[in-house]
């Protein structure tokens, strides 16, 4: 059987790393089945083009997965397949918090002929051979033969062969500047970020995030070898084909547990592994020196941390008060030593906020290290603790608002702020974050730094203005890249400096730029 698997297109960036289940369950599949994989933030495709791909490529089974986000796509995309008679089966965490929306069994339409709930590691070579056989059941749960929940245990884990894929629709390298980034050596012309997760599960139990009802809080991991196996390999690839290749360790709280994360990270600085990676870990768990020493010592360079908010009263409304904003510069400061940037993200729309929460956040924000900040609003994802409270005290604006999906709308009033406001906040502070003088103060704070560390902080901050203000487009970057002409004037001019004295040292060397 031929088999497709597709992930619908988030409609607002391009695709910048491919998506783990799709690779995932490719490798997980039966012998003798063949699977193609599209993305749709690669491979745009309307309901039509698709339709025509399955057909023209005798498909017998589609598998599509997607966050709440993409689920009303997903829902028109399986649609459209069904109505071709090819059956569709869906996964991820939408349809597991909510399955009876895919099978129409809550009075709507039905859109899937299956679902697989949570983790499907296990139930996919059954959901493959039962579509083989014409004899799809409608609901494929992770449970042992008491009907107990099993969670896969993560060891063994297959290989994803990556190096055998071709990536290049996953590059983060714009095409217009491939060429020019080609002339400077050192493989910068074409970058992959590539997930790899070295494990699953956290218990903090936050009370917006899916993450604890969905992986459990069984927390599972990969042998430490099996993760430096596919790192070796990623590493020879990227070598052998002058590109650069970034992991993105994409396990909810990379460091839950510190003993583990030490150990993992000593092996990979041991078996000579190290790429440049990034990774979420809580603000509490960067407390301690030796883990971030290692992270830097094992090419850890961007540090995603679930900020939320500078007000412990929030927190605390959240289940978050494990993070304490008192200590959040003496964090940032630690990794910034070691020249490891931090992702900060933040949540507007949160029961304490109020007008003005994004000048007292950026006023915040702007006394630390220079980061990369991003800001979101409080949204109720369904079967979270969030859901419910909102739910039960008739809080919720738009009770399926992924039904109805539009980026930064939000799905419930606000205690003390309203929904109008609550979005000027957040367009208040993406704009002041990413402006061309908060780049340039931002770079000018560090100006003590290295060049190339400089360099890629500033290419960061352009890439991740992208995230609110879409720049899909040459002409987009263009702006952009006028607009912050100053910046880029002054690295230019350094950067032509620092290439006439390495040739005056050594006439013939390449010039490259590397991350430290
Ligand atoms: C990586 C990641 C991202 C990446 C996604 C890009 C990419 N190419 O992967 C980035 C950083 C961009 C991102 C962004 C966001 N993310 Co995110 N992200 C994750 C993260 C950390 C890992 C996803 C992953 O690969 N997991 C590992 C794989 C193996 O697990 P899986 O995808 O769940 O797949 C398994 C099963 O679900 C199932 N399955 C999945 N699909 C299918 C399909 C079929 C057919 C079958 C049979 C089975 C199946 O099988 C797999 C193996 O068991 C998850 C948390 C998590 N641990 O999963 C959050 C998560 C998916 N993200 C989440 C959210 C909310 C977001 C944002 C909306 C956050 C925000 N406020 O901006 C944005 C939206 C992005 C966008 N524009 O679309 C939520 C989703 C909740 C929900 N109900 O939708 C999660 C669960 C985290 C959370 N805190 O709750 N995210
Ligand atoms: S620490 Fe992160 S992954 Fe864990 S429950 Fe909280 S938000 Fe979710």
Redesign the pocket.
């Known amino acids: 059987m031929k088999i497709l ?1 597709y ?1 619908p297109d ?4 391009r ?8 690779f ?2 490719k490798a ?1 599949t039966p012998a003798g089945h063949e699977v193609l994989l599209i ?1 749709g ?1 690669a491979r745009p495709m309307n309901e039509e083009e698709l339709v025509r791909y399955v057909i023209e490529q005798k498909i017998g089974l ?10 009303a796509r997903a829902y028109r995309m399986a649609d459209a397949i069904r109505a071709a008679g090819v059956p569709v ?9 909510v399955p009876d929306e895919a099978l129409g069994r809550d009075g709507g339409k039905r859109h899937a002929d299956a ?2 709930l ?4 296990e ?2 070579p059954t ?1 493959v051979e039962d579509a083989a056989k014409g004899q799809l059941k409608e609901i ?1 749960a992770p449970v042992d033969e008491t009907g107990k929940e099993r969670k ?1 245990s993560l060891q063994p884990y297959p290989d994803i062969p990556w190096e055998t894929y071709d990536l290049k629709q996953f590059d983060m390298i714009p095409k217009f500047a491939r060429s020019l980034l080609k002339r400077y050596g050192g493989g910068w012309q074409s970058i992959h970020l590539i ?1 790899i ?1 070295s494990g ?1 599960g ?1 218990p903090y139990g ?1 009370e ?4 604890t009802g ?2 459990g809080d069984s927390i599972r991991f990969r042998s430490n070898k099996s993760v430096v196996d596919e790192m070796l390999r990623l590493k020879r690839h990227a070598r052998e084909n002058r590109q650069q290749a970034i992991i ?1 360790f ?3 709280n990379f460091a839950i547990n510190i003993k583990r994360t030490k150990s993992l990270l000593r092996d990979i600085i041991a078996a000579g592994a190290q790429l440049p990676w990034t990774a ?1 870990i809580s603000a509490n768990l960067l407390r301690d020196e030796e883990l971030v020493d290692l992270i830097a010592a094992s090419d850890g360079k961007w540090i ?1 941390i679930g900020m939320e908010s500078i007000d412990t009263a929030n927190l605390a409304d959240v289940n978050k008060n494990f993070n304490k904003p008192a200590e959040y510069a003496a964090v940032l400061n630690r990794l910034a030593e070691r020249n490891i940037y931090a992702i900060t ?1 933040f ?1 507007f729309g949160l029961d304490n906020d109020t007008p003005g929460v994004a000048a007292r956040t950026l006023e915040q924000v702007e006394s630390w290290p220079p980061g990369l900040p ?1 800001f ?2 409080l ?1 109720p ?4 603790p969030l859901y419910k409270r909102l739910e039960t005290s008739g809080r919720l604006t738009r009770p399926k608002h ?1 039904l109805d999906f539009a ?1 930064y709308q939000m799905a419930h009033t606000p205690l003390k702020m309203t929904i109008a406001e609550t979005h000027k906040e957040l367009n208040l502070a993406w704009t002041n974050s990413y402006s061309p003088e908060r780049n340039k103060k931002a770079l000018d704070s560090i100006g003590d730094r290295r060049l190339d560390y400089r360099l890629i902080h500033f290419v960061m901050r352009l890439f991740f203005r992208g ?1 609110y203000f879409p720049q899909m487009t040459k002409s987009a970057w263009l702006k952009l890249i006028a607009a912050n002409r100053r910046t880029i004037y002054k690295l230019v001019r350094e950067g032509a400096g620092e290439w006439r004295k390495s040739r005056r040292k050594k006439p013939d060397a390449p010039v490259s730029i590397r991350v430290q």
């Open positions: 698997l992930n988030n409609g607002v960036t695709n910048f790393m491919p998506h783990l289940w799709m995932l369950l997980l993305d933030n589609v598998g599509i997965g997607a966050m709440t986000r993409m689920i089966v869906m996964g991820g965490p939408h349809v597991t918090e679902v697989a949570g983790e499907a590691d139930t996919w959901i494929y896969p997930p997760e699953r956290c936050c917006f995030c899916t993450v969905f992986f993105f994409i396990d909810d979420q995603f993200s949540i991003v979101g609003q949204t994802f369904p079967s979270t992924w980026p995230i």
